[in-house]
Nanobody, 122 residues
Framework: QVQLVESGGGLAQAGGSLRLSCAAS????????MGWFRQAPGKEREFVAA????????SYGDPVKGRFSISRDNAKNTVYLQMNSLKPEDTAVYYC???????????????WGQGTQVTVSS
């Protein structure tokens, strides 16, 4: 099993920044892929970003490209999401996810954190 714990959510103004963290524990060798998804009320869970330990590759969802940045500290088994130029439409619960291979959809991930709320005011 892999346990994921997110932190860093909260309230920000439009144009501001927040940084989310996700610490993995347990059988972390199963978490080659780590990513972030978000879900706003009444909407489906949406891909935000992901990174793969083996290749160092990163991918981003179209709504956040150029504004968000994902990074990873393999020694700490922690992944970060730096969110800049925040918009009210970024308001959602943000979930950390991990899997051996991962992908760009929620179905590609086996392990999930509990979620952290991000609220952006206009």
């Amino acid at each position: 099993q892999v346990q994921l714990v997110e932190s860093g959510g909260g309230l920000a103004q439009a144009g501001g920044s927040l940084r989310l963290s996700c610490a993995a524990s347990g059988r972390t060798f199963r978490s080659d892929a780590m990513g972030w998804f978000r879900q706003a009320p009444g909407k489906e869970r949406e891909f935000v970003a992901a990174t793969w330990r083996g290749s160092g590759r990163a991918s981003y969802g179209d709504p956040v490209k150029g504004r968000f940045s994902i990074s990873r500290d393999n020694a700490k088994n922690t992944v970060y999401l730096q969110m800049n130029s925040l918009k009210p439409e970024d308001t959602a619960v943000y979930y950390c996810a991990a899997d051996w291979s991962g992908g760009l959809t929620p179905a590609d991930y086996h392990y999930w954190g509990q979620g952290t709320q991000v609220t952006v005011s206009s």
